[in-house]
């Protein structure tokens, strides 16, 4: 389908990139904020909202999980982005001549075996994409961003180290939000989401649970 899909960050983020991987056809929009996506999706102002919940290293998205069962918004696919973390670097810049990596706070921990290695300062940024755009404004062949292969292209940096995070199964799961469900694959597999609260009870949880098991429920 054609149209537009929101996301949270700006050009070249890892969420842009699972728009890109979903939604090849769409056009992706940059959103400040989650709940930029999740308004901007329930307004109509866009097809449609990608939002992470889950990364396999950092664990679930806080904040994506708060908004969700409040938005109105129905999931309708969900895609996997398997997070590579390259150091971009001004063109003509060289390994050696890094002393500061930028990226998200998420990121850097992510990549702490290489930046000691090399003797690298990590530096904090708001958005990893960001970051690549910021370096390749300064045009300081000694920072680097921490930050995808598609930032790289669009921000014309050179990738200076390729996939430098510390686990190599590192992937992140995103949710495709739209306005109406989509029931034009229910021959498929189908995942269910759904949100419970349980009183404060010893083993409510257990509890709760064990019927998925009695039921034969994955």
Known sequence: MSGRIAFQGELGAYSHQACQQARVDMTAVP???FEEVIDRTVTGDVD???LAVEN???GRVADVHRLLPQSGLHIVDEAFVRVHVNLLGVPGAALAQIKEAHGHVVILPQCTGFLRAHNI???VSSDNARAAREVAQARDPSKAALASELAASIYGLDILAPAIEDQANNTTRFLVMARALDLSRRADQMMTTFVFRVRNIPAALYKAMGGF???GVN
């Open 121 to 123: 300062r990590g530096v």
């Open 48 to 50: 449609l909202g990608m």
């Open 213 to 215: 098991a009695t039921n």
């Open 56 to 58: 396999s290293t950092y």
């Open 31 to 33: 959103c400040v904020t």
